[in-house]
């Protein structure tokens, strides 16, 4: 049961925006790929998944690379090497821990809406001091589609008892950027890849920071938050 709510709500990527987890994703997608008989995926490669739900990841793997293994099959893979990677420990980026602690002090509805599976997002924040403050968790597997489309957003907004337009987003990819403009949410944008602060998706970000984590400031978006 969600307690009443004293501030706006806030919905918040996991990957790449809470934690930085892109080398695990990375290299679980490498190993993968490896058992399966396909050599040399890089970073830049992976860089170009980044935000897109892990189905729908390797849907495009699958296809791009003529793997005859169910998409199921290589999803509960996938799955088991990512959570033995990131049972080794994830980095919370201080900033981002700031802000989560500044909103729940503040009595701000919060949730987590992620591409990650389920398993994943749980194991994740049970590693980190985060868990207790982020008990509502949407994943991309409980919503017909996985972000650019704005489901797992609608659907948190849903579980909070609030309006899509009453939430903001804060988001490290243009699919999930594009995710939250489809959903009517605002948006603050934290590019994990600096390269792609141009893009289109983030035009329409409410607050940009181009630099990524390095130039995020928690207390200047918890001030424009609950302005």
Known sequence: MIPPATGPAVVFDLDG??????????EAGRRLLAAHGVGGFTWEEHEGF?????????????????????????LAEKNR???????SGTEVFPEMRKLVELLHAAGCPLAVASGSSRAAIDAVLGATCLDALLPLR??????????????????????????????????DSPPGAE?????????????????????PAFADADLLFPGGQREFDAQKVFDWIVA
Do not use: N
């Not at 849907?59 to 290589?74: A, C, H, N, S, W």
């Open 138 to 171: 949407v994943s991309a597997e409980e919503v017909a589609h996985g972000k650019p489309e704005p489901d797992v957003f609608v659907e948190a907004a849903r579980r909070l008892g609030v309006s899509p337009g009453a939430c903001a987003a804060i988001e």
């Open 179 to 199: 995710a939250a403009r489809r959903a009517g949410m605002r948006c603050v944008a934290v590019p994990y890849v600096p390269a792609t602060a141009t893009d």
């Open 81 to 87: 090497l990512y959570l033995e990677l990131a049972r």
């Open 17 to 26: 925006t809470l934690v930085d987890s892109e080398p695990h994703y990375y």
């Open 50 to 74: 980044i935000g897109i739900g892990t189905r729908e990841t390797l849907e495009t793997l699958r296809d791009r690379y003529g793997i005859e293994t169910p998409v199921d099959e290589l």
